[in-house]
């Protein structure tokens, strides 16, 4: 049985995003419904909630959340543009394309900082923008596979994020 390639979605960013926060790649039940962070375990759009104020982020349809998003500068996207990857776990990651996150951040003129969701995300995120000129952030994942740091804590570190949004 032949693996698929599975393929990041598009960054969605804008020319006032402040903090672009990157993933490794989505997962399956993300790919399925094509949105960001769409399995229902998965607490980024809790963390990222309480970043930016608004607590019932999570309660919003995907395209609002999206949008308050933009409006506090959070930008989205993927370390990992493409890769093999049976299942949604980034241990299993094989023959990753990466993305081309340089060529994305030269766009970015407000970028303040990228935060890598994830340690993935980090150690493959940090390689490619080593000279970037925004602040790199290591953030624990927000995957309901991770779960060795109970939510309290990951939203200490995340909650990091907001002196670069003001």
Known sequence: MALTRKSAFAPVVSPGTRVLILGSLPGDASLAAERYYAHPQNRFWHLVGAVIGREDLPALG??????????????????VASAVRPGSLD????????????????????????????????????????????????????????????????????????????
Request: aromatic share 8%; net charge negative; charged share 25%.
């Open 91 to 166: 241990a299993a990651i094989r023959d990753a394309e990466h993305a081309p996150l340089g060529e994305l951040i030269a766009t970015l003129p407000a970028l303040r900082a990228v935060a890598f969701n994830g340690g993935t995300s980090a150690r493959i995120g940090r390689k490619l923008l080593a000279d970037a000129a925004a602040e790199l952030i290591d953030l624990p994942s927000s995957s309901p596979a991770y779960a060795a740091l109970p939510f309290a804590e990951k939203l200490e570190r995340w909650l990091a994020l907001g002196k670069f949004l003001r």
């Open 62 to 79: 995907y395209e609002a959340r999206l949008a308050a998003l933009d409006e506090a500068g959070i930008g989205l996207w993927d370390t």
